[in-house]
């Protein structure tokens, strides 16, 4: 039987590379649902060629010309809206979620593939960043099993595969550090979005690549670490690794390092998690240890502030991620707006978590509210600017 796969997000960067992946193993995978935010005609295009039972847009008011794209082929069902995403992931059918959409809309659905026994592959660091408590808690109630796509999370998880409940002294997370790895600070207050889009090593949707730049995306990956493998912050540590060939590694207490490497091809992961435990044979070059060396440094804390304010979010701990999540989606997507530079971003970040509503124990509710507030907070200090 083939595994029945539904992609959240499936015309992003990590949607379309799951897309090639059941493309080169259509014996063993099979897309259900695919679903995107605004991307029509990529979306109506995709259910041409793979398609699904059903296609969801996000955004409502793009239905009707889905629907119209795709009107000579009534076997897929066309939905529309969030509410739809939600409920199209509990589809008895679906053997696993890919959830690879962008940001907190990532949260819900995720919820809901949990309560409805999925098995989830989880790209959408965000859901891990805003409510890892919750999300811990509910798919060991449901037994849902979740798996990391991310390659830094793939290959933690990788290198624990085997060792059953020996203790982790320190997980080792790698960051390539992003364009602007050997900046001054001065150099950064001038760097342009153009100059931020440019990653010396992967291929990723905007949104991604402006937080690799900032390394917040890196504060978030050291939070969903945190959540995925039990292991508090203080025993997580960010290494600058430019090449981007070992993509993390874990210490364990007789001293032994255990890492996973390869060459910067995201299909890899994404396979993994959609085969695991199996391993399949995947169409891409191969690593050659000849070729280059493999250099590590320590992150510039004060460099990039960014990093730093995740680790003061997870040490606060409640709903201070959520809080730094929402807050950095309004910079950075005003950063592509340009409608701030590159260093206001983490000041607008700090700022608000000094001024949102702070919980210790929040629950759904709570992050929904705290989400919407420093969103708000964000917005006018945004403007401000």
Not at 137 to 166: C, M, R, T, W
Not at 187 to 216: C, E, F, N, R, Y
Not at 294 to 302: C, G, K, R, T
Request: proline letters at 5%; one cysteine or more; charged letters at 25%.
């Amino acid at each position: 039987m083939k595994k029945q796969i539904a992609i959240l997000g499936s015309t992003g960067s990590i949607g379309t590379q799951a897309l090639q992946v059941i493309d080169e193993h259509p014996d063993l995978f099979e897309a259900y649902c695919l679903t995107a935010n605004n991307r029509v005609k990529e979306l109506a295009e995709q259910a041409r060629r793979y398609n699904p039972a059903a296609v969801v847009i996000a955004n409502e008011d793009k239905y009707e010309e889905l629907k119209s794209l795709l009107a000579d082929l009534p076997d897929i069902k066309v939905y529309a809206g969030k509410q739809a995403i939600d409920e199209i992931v509990e589809a008895g059918p679906i053997d696993m979620v890919l959830t690879a959409m962008v940001g907190f809309a990532g949260l819900n659905p995720t919820i809901h593939a949990i309560k409805a026994h999925k098995g989830i592959c989880l790209a959408n660091k965000e859901t891990l960043v805003v409510a890892g408590e919750l999300i811990c808690e509910l798919a060991q109630k449901y037994h849902a099993p979740i798996i990391p796509v991310d390659s830094e999370h793939s290959a933690i998880f990788q290198s624990l595969a085997g060792e059953g409940d020996n203790e982790i002294e320190k997980i080792l997370l790698t960051a390539s550090g992003g364009p602007f790895r050997n900046f001054t600070k001065e150099q950064l207050a001038t760097v342009t979005k153009a100059d931020a889009l440019k990653h010396p090593t992967w291929s990723m949707g905007a949104k991604i690549t402006i937080d690799s730049a900032t390394m917040m995306n890196k504060g978030f990956e050291v939070i969903e670490a945190k959540w995925l493998f039990g292991v508090p912050a203080d025993k997580i540590q960010v290494l600058i690794h430019p090449q981007s060939i070992v993509h993390s590694a874990v210490q364990f207490a007789d001293g032994a390092v255990k890492a996973q490497l390869g060459v910067p091809d995201m299909r890899l992961p994404i396979q993994y998690a959609l085969t695991y435990p199996d391993r399949i044979h995947l169409n891409e070059d191969r690593l050659d240890l000849f070729k280059q060396p493999l250099e590590f440094f320590e992150p510039d804390l004060d460099k990039f502030r960014c990093l730093a304010l995740a680790f003061e979010a997870i040490k606060k701990g409640g709903n201070m991620p959520c809080i730094v999540n929402a807050a950095n989606e309004i910079v950075n997507r005003g950063f592509l707006e340009d409608k701030c530079g590159f260093t206001q971003m983490s000041d607008i970040i700090e700022k608000t978590m000094s001024r949102v509503s702070f919980s210790s124990a929040p629950d759904y509710d709570t992050y929904v509210s705290t989400d919407a507030e420093a969103r708000r907070v964000a917005t006018e200090l945004l403007g401000a600017h």
